[in-house]
T-cell receptor, first 112, second 115 residues
Framework: TQLLEQSPQFLSIQEGENLTVYCNSS?????LQWYRQEPGEGPVLLVT?????EVKKLKRLTFQFGDARKDSSLHITAAQPGDTGLYLC????????????FGKGTKLTVNP | ETGVTQTPRHLVMGMTNKKSLKCEQH?????MYWYKQSAKKPLELMFV???????ENNSVPSRFSPECPNSSHLFLHLHTLQPEDSALYLC??????????????FGPGTRLTVL
């Protein structure tokens, strides 16, 4: 069974601080995605990374895929209250699987 | 109307009731999914349909019965559920296959409470 371990599980910070969320596995993934989910809504895709070592930036969010395609990180610079939500990583296992594997998520709260 | 819609948004049912969850996608996708989201657990894939054919049943108990009459509609029929089945049930759609970085689009979910 392929697992994605996310850390930390909970994070509460002040507006303006930086933070990093990690997503780790012992398995290789052909691609990895990050979603944000707000209360009462479904997850919304933020980014997909497919190449080992790839770095993608989305405004204040920076996503990195590990060289071995087993791990990923999400870094937020100068967090804002609007960044509050549940951040989920999801990987597509290598080998042609069509089943996304999700982490448990990181619940981020950014206080004004 | 665009995207993935789900009804009802909230459902409370007794253990002996029968109810159905509905999902509709307006994106022209050929694959649809049911997920279960419980507190402190990862999203659990329940069922996958490609071109109306069920391609995945992730060891889901028979008290959950999916139906996909066409590529735009997906149902989850519920009967004799247990309190531990209380969760957020999410529907998603995508263009299959997912390989190559294709994304899934999620609906807002149905919050189910089983008394």
């Amino acid at each position: 069974t392929q697992l994605l371990e996310q850390s930390p599980q909970f994070l509460s910070i002040q507006e303006g601080e930086n933070l990093t969320v990690y997503c780790n596995s012992s398995s290789v993934f052909s691609s990895l995605q990050w979603y944000r989910q707000e209360p009462g809504e479904g997850p919304v895709l933020l980014v997909t990374v497919v190449t080992g070592g790839e770095v993608k930036k989305l405004k204040r969010l920076t996503f990195q895929f590990g060289d071995a395609r087993k791990d990923s990180s999400l870094h937020i610079t100068a967090a804002q209250p609007g960044d509050t939500g549940l951040y989920l990583c999801a990987g597509l296992p290598q080998g042609g699987s069509e089943k996304l594997v999700f982490g448990k998520g990181t619940k981020l709260t950014v206080n004004p | 109307e665009t995207g993935v819609t789900q009804t009802p948004r909230h459902l409370v049912m007794g253990m002996t009731n029968k109810k159905s969850l509905k999902c509709e996608q307006h994106l022209g996708h050929n694959a649809m999914y049911w997920y279960k989201q419980s507190a402190k657990k990862p999203l659990e894939l329940m069922f996958v349909y490609n071109f109306k054919e069920q391609t995945e049943n992730n060891s889901v108990p028979s008290r959950f019965s999916p139906e996909c009459p066409n590529s735009s509609h997906l149902f989850l029929h519920l009967h004799t559920l247990q309190p531990e089945d209380s969760a957020l049930y999410l529907c998603a759609s995508s263009q299959a296959p997912l390989a190559g970085g294709r994304r899934q689009y999620f609906g807002p979910g149905t919050r189910l409470t089983v008394l």
